[in-house]
T-cell receptor, first 119, second 117 residues
């Protein structure tokens, strides 16, 4: 149990276009989902926290108009990179946290990541 | 903000031997959680072990164990009987309790562990 999927696993796009990445919790409901960015051989940097039905909370320095997050249901969150540029190329990882009271509710379950390349 | 420090960028260990990864953190809180995550070349994040700050007993998961020193704010990971599959980047992470308003994971910079055959 506690499987998180991401789609697509990799994407290549042209500069100026927008890209949407989906994060789904497959076998549990997630009140909260997190989006991270990771550069090669570096740590995970939290970009934003999204709660179902409410606006995402962005970390300092993350442009909310560039990285649009929608948490439409208890099993789906999306990250849209708008007007992507080469510097947005990175590995994006999502994670999901179970509802309070559920088993392992203090643990985040991670998706496999999405590699974005902007040409 | 909580700071997590991993001072060893890379570690190398012979298969079947033991390696210890260091982690220190900075917080003024009394109740929190500490984690070690493994990220193999596939880049899938895998939880290795978890420690709740109010528990004095060190957590153990098979070949993985921690040395949690709350007063020193230290949380080291020991990998015993290292296997080739342990080759990965290891991240130490801190979080407040899951019901906290500002619940999130703060990660250290990571330590790359290479197990040699």
């Amino acid at each position: 149990g506690a499987v998180v999927s991401q789609h697509p696993s990799w994407v290549i796009c042209k500069s100026g276009t927008s890209v949407k990445i989906e994060c789904r919790s497959l076998d549990f409901q997630a009140t909260t989902m997190f989006w991270y960015r990771q550069f090669p051989k570096q740590s995970l940097m939290l970009m934003a926290t999204s709660n179902e039905g409410s606006k995402a909370t962005y970390e300092q320095g993350v442009e909310k108009d560039k990285f649009l997050i929608n948490h439409a249901s208890l099993t789906l969150s999306t990250l849209t990179v708008t007007s992507a540029h080469p510097e947005d190329s990175s590995f994006y990882i999502c994670s999901a946290k179970r509802l309070a009271g559920a088993r392992a509710y203090n643990e985040q379950f991670f998706g496999p990541g999405t590699r974005l390349t902007v040409l | 903000a909580q700071t997590v420090t991993q001072s060893q960028p890379e570690m190398s260990v012979q298969e079947a031997e033991t390696v210890t990864l260091s982690c220190t953190y900075d917080t003024s809180e009394n109740n929190y959680y500490l984690f070690w995550y493994k990220q193999p070349p596939s880049r899938q994040m895998i939880l290795v072990i978890r420690q709740e700050a109010y528990k004095q007993q060190n957590a153990t998961e098979n070949r993985f164990s921690v040395n949690f020193q709350k007063a020193a704010k230290s949380f080291s990971l020991k990998i015993s009987d290292s296997q080739l599959g342990d080759t990965a980047m290891y991240f130490c992470a801190f979080s407040r309790p899951p019901g906290s308003n500002d619940y999130k994971l703060s990660f250290g910079a990571g330590t790359t562990v290479t197990v040699r055959a």
